[in-house]
């Protein structure tokens, strides 16, 4: 038996980072979407044999195969809670994975996967986690894998864990808007660019008064997607890679268009909805001739 599982990217619409937390992790207030792009995770029943209950393939060489990686750790987290499969069991199951989300992009790609890997596994053994403790085994994978739970843009809080959907006025203020969204070839380490906020605090932190405000003035005001745009993390990222404010201030006074960075980076986006076909290619050459051509770009829109 063989189930195939979409795992979308994401992308931070609305990102603020207000303060550390004694537990180390970091409290944040985000508006986040699911796009429609990202990988594709396949699971297959196969015999146990002699080697592990879960194995994973991927077509890209630079994605780990070990228990780095959070397919595998979803998949154990699912047999942990579910007794499933358990030691005596005789079958295992294979994970392929096809990556399509960027690597260090702040595109929630390893959480996207984890649950994917429930996901997988729930269609191969239904009725085994569901609910509340499918969410419950999620937020103990990583803070954005409960968004991944839902089918709908979502306000974030906590370290990720608190989960509210939008009001239905606002998902269709978001729903199906056009972005472009590109990544120049490096990547930024989540785990750096938090602690190095921490390390500069409280230089980069957003009163958490201020940070609900700001939001709830847009929910209040049935403001456009532009006036949404936000985040703090940007300072810690353009303060190491000056390419990335470079070419988002090029892209505004060149095009005029609403242009941020996704979570932690180092992926940006522009707001595309109303431009012609025309812009949007001078963009995409804009783009390609400031960060070379090991850029990653690609037309996308909010799930």
Known sequence: MTVTVFSPAKINLYLAVTGRRPDGFHDLVSVVSTLDYGDELTATLVPAGEGAKFRLECDRTDVPLDESNLILR??????????????????????QLTKRIPVGAGLGGGSSNAVAALRCLGRLHPDALTGARLEAVAATLGSDCALFLRNAPVIIRGRGERV????????????????LLFKPSFGISTPWAYGRMAAEAPRHYCPPDEAEERLAVWLRSRGSLAD???????????????????????????FGVSVRMSGSGSA???LVEDRPATVVTGMEQTIRESWGDGVFIKDVRLG
Do not use: I, Y
């Open 268 to 270: 940006c986006f522009a």
């Open 164 to 179: 509210e959907l939008l009001p239905a006025a606002a998902v269709e203020r978001l729903r199906g808007q056009r972005l």
């Open 228 to 254: 949404l745009l936000f985040n703090n993390m940007e300072g810690v990222a353009f303060g190491k890679h000056l390419a990335l404010p470079v070419l988002l201030e090029k892209l505004r006074r060149k």
């Open 74 to 95: 979803a998949a154990r987290a699912f047999a942990e809670a579910t007794g499933w499969p358990g030691p005596g069991d005789a079958l295992a199951v294979s994970f």
